[in-house]
Structures are given as structure tokens and as C-alpha cells.
């Protein structure tokens, strides 16, 4: 089967696809996959993503942390009433 | 409820690198790598790209459950000492 596919693959089958089998992986309808030429577009779109989920992760870490502390400061003036 | 309740926000935060975020991470990252295996790429050097942002979306999942997972417990043990607080007798030493 895997054999099959790879031939198919190198044959570069293209198979005038309607619309609806655009998301299926049948061997009748994809295309052939290259992957020497990087798709810039979506290589783009994952480094952006993954810059900006670092970016929130670590400023919500930092957020949590000056959360935290200023409650339990609240708390201590709470309990000991400034003095 | 809410994911991450207010209150949650009491607790002191986990650790960036935890338990939790480098496991997801690693699972993540594992994943791209499979991913390369199935569709006959070089396993290591391919798609970096893809496993950067794999092992970042399991590092950012993993953060957010170990918050939940951390609040829940603490819950939890609030709920338990305020039982033994409201019936002391139950939770005399064995002996007294």
C-alpha cells in the first residue's frame, strides 16, 4: 500500500479534484508533495506562532508571579493590619 | 467553572519548565518528528519549523493544565482541612 502511494506520488497524479475531496488524502486526489521547494508561506506562519505563543506564555508566567506576590502582600497587611 | 478561576491566581504560579510543559513539549516535538518519519522526510532535519511549533503548542498546553491540575489540588485540600477543622473529634490521634 505504502509502496502504491509512493509510486503514485512520483508519478505526480493530479486528478481534476472537486472541491469536496479537497481535504481527503485518497491516492486519486493528492498531489504530489514537494518538498525541496519550502512553503515560505507556511514555514512563516509557524515561526510567527511560535514567537507569539513564547511571547504570551512568559508574559503570563510573569503576570501570575506579580499577581501572586502582590495578593500575599495584601494578605499580610491584611492579617497584621500595617503595623 | 471557569478553566483558571480567579482565586487560582492566589496560588503560586508553577514553574515555566515543568513537569507538565516538558512533558507536552517533548510529546509535541516527538509528534513532528513522526510526522517527518510517515511522509518519508530526513526524521531530524526536516521541518524544523513544524517542530519548534509543536513542541511550543505542548510547552503552552502543558503550562496552562499544570495551572489547573495545581489549583484543583489545592482546592481540594482547602475543602479537606476545613472539614477536619469543623470536626476536630474525628481526627484525634490514635490514642487520646
Known sequence: MAAGLRAVRRWGLVAAAPPGLAFTRSAFVVKKANNAQPNWLGVGLAF????????????????DVM????????????????S | MAFLPDESRSLPPPPLLNKGSVWLGLVGWLSALADNAFNQRPVLRAGVHRQILFATVGCFIGYQLVKRTEYMHAKVDRELF???????????????
Open chain 1, 48 to 63: 510567527t506562532t511560535s514567537v507569539v505563543l513564547w511571547a504570551s506564555l512568559i508574559t503570563q508566567h510573569n503576570e
Open chain 1, 67 to 82: 499577581e501572586y506576590e502582590r495578593r500575599k502582600q495584601a494578605r499580610e497587611h491584611k492579617c497584621t493590619r500595617c
Open chain 2, 82 to 96: 476545613e472539614y477536619m477543622r469543623h470536626h476536630p473529634v474525628d481526627f484525634h490521634r490514635a490514642g487520646t
